[in-house]
């Protein structure tokens, strides 16, 4: 079946540090990948995909890279900020059909 | 433009009580989805409307859940009666794309947090 294995939180970091949130991903064919960001009292917004092996989305600072063999999509920011507070929630769409979503991880930056 | 807007945005009753969420998509998203998320885990399909009609349905965990969109622009997904279990965030979803590159994209709504007690 499809599924999605994230990094078990909650994270917290400082400002500036480098973050790395890791999923990995068990799917049938070749689905499309994507992180989801859920900011305090708001509701989930896209933040980035993926929709082949090797593509690289990016946005806001945030990168993953879609790693057909290894079947990971990771996560990464050079230097986080307070901002960045947030649950992150890997996800994929098998044969573009409805999501699949990870567990999700609360990140926290303190100043 | 209007986002998703679900409501309410919390509700608590007890055991055996019936609750019904609801959920207006943003206009002209021909798709809407339900997804729940229980006690910090996963967010989990529940179902997908096409319009008004029920394109999959996988998700819905047994019969004491229906969802409805009648004219094919909001919906509803009553808990009847509701479990302790059926506690979680209920998140509603719509998109203008089910294919293609566009596909996977969709704008959420903040949420309908159920209590059961």
């Known amino acids: 079946g499809n599924s999605v294995t994230q990094m078990e939180g909650p994270v917290t970091l400082s400002e500036e540090a480098f973050l790395t949130i890791n999923c990995t991903y068990t799917?049938?064919?070749?689905?499309?990948l994507f992180w989801y960001v859920q900011y305090p009292g708001e509701g989930l917004q896209l933040l980035l995909k993926a929709t082949k092996a090797d593509d690289k989305g990016s946005n806001k600072g945030f990168e993953a890279t879609y790693r057909k063999e290894t079947t990971s999509f990771h996560l990464e920011k050079g230097s986080v900020q307070v901002s960045d507070s947030a649950v992150y929630f890997c996800?994929?769409?098998?044969?573009?059909?409805?999501?699949?979503f990870g567990q999700g991880t609360r990140l926290t930056i303190n100043p | 433009e209007a986002g998703v807007t679900q409501f309410p945005s919390h509700s608590v009753i007890e055991k055996g009580q019936t609750v019904t969420l609801r959920c207006d998509p943003i206009?002209?998203?021909?798709?809407l989805y339900w997804y729940r998320r229980v006690m910090g885990k996963e967010i989990k399909f529940l179902l997908h409307f096409v319009k008004e009609s029920k394109q999959d349905e996988s998700g819905m965990p047994n019969n004491r859940f229906l969802a409805e969109r009648t004219g094919g622009t909001y919906s509803t997904l009553k808990v009847q009666p509701a479990e302790l279990e059926d506690s979680g965030v209920y998140f509603c979803?719509?998109?203008?794309?089910?294919?293609?590159?566009?596909?996977?994209?969709?704008?959420f709504g903040e949420g309908s947090r159920l209590t059961v007690l």
């Open positions: 996800a994929l769409t098998p044969q573009a059909q409805k999501l699949v």
């Open positions: 979803a719509s998109s203008l794309l089910t294919s293609g590159t566009g596909a996977g994209e969709l704008f």
């Open positions: 206009s002209g998203h021909d798709n």
């Open positions: 799917a049938t064919g070749y689905p499309s």
